[in-house]
């Protein structure tokens, strides 16, 4: 895992600054969702570890599928990748440039884990408090986890806030060993 991190860090840079320098940094964020939603995909995944195809037929095929949404700056990041072998890192490049974005415009990714589905309105009140809080933009991405037992756990970057049941007890049982 660290080293795919460590491999998507010098293209997720170098993307955000080109994307600062022309002003497209939203339109980097839709390229690199669209070519991670191929790469993520179980019937592509084939193609692209298909050792007959060469390089240059794998980025022919991608540019060759309908509707494909790339300029030329794109499409250059698409062959550059392919040569090195690196298609398998697009998602860890685009989490990578998103951060990055994120963290220029002031926002910050969470992650609610929670114990049970949250609908609408708990979810919003969760955000306006952690924006109230941190005094900055929150978006947030709710996974449900049964583990947890009840109650929810937050985690921004490095910080993780964590209120489940799951904590707790192992709170308790670790004070009650010592």
């Given amino acids: 895992m660290a080293e795919i991190t460590t491999i998507a860090r010098p293209y ?3 993307l955000f600054r080109r994307a600062q320098e022309t002003g497209k940094a939203a339109q980097w964020s839709e390229h690199l969702a669209w070519l991670t939603s191929l790469v993520e995909n179980e019937q592509f995944a084939g193609v692209i570890s298909d ?3 060469t390089r240059e037929q794998l980025v022919q095929f ?3 599928l309908s509707g494909t949404p790339l300029d030329s700056e794109a ?3 698409l062959i550059i990748l392919a040569e090195n072998h690196r298609l398998g890192a697009l998602p860890a490049i685009a989490r990578q440039y998103e951060g990055l974005r994120h963290e220029h415009e002031g926002i910050l990714d969470a992650q609610i884990t929670s114990a049970y589905p949250l609908n609408e ?3 919003q009140q969760l955000m306006s408090r952690l924006e109230k809080r941190l005094g900055k933009e929150v978006r947030v ?4 986890d049964s583990a947890l037992l009840g109650g929810i756990s937050i985690t921004i970057g490095d910080r993780v806030i964590d209120g489940s049941v799951r904590a707790r007890l192992e709170q308790m049982a670790v004070a009650l060993k010592h």
């Fill in 141 to 144: 991405h709710v996974v449900v």
């Fill in 75 to 77: 499409q250059n990041l």
């Fill in 51 to 53: 050792p007959r195809l």
């Fill in 12 to 14: 997720a840079e170098a």
């Fill in 121 to 123: 309105g708990q979810v």
């Fill in 62 to 64: 991608i540019l060759g």
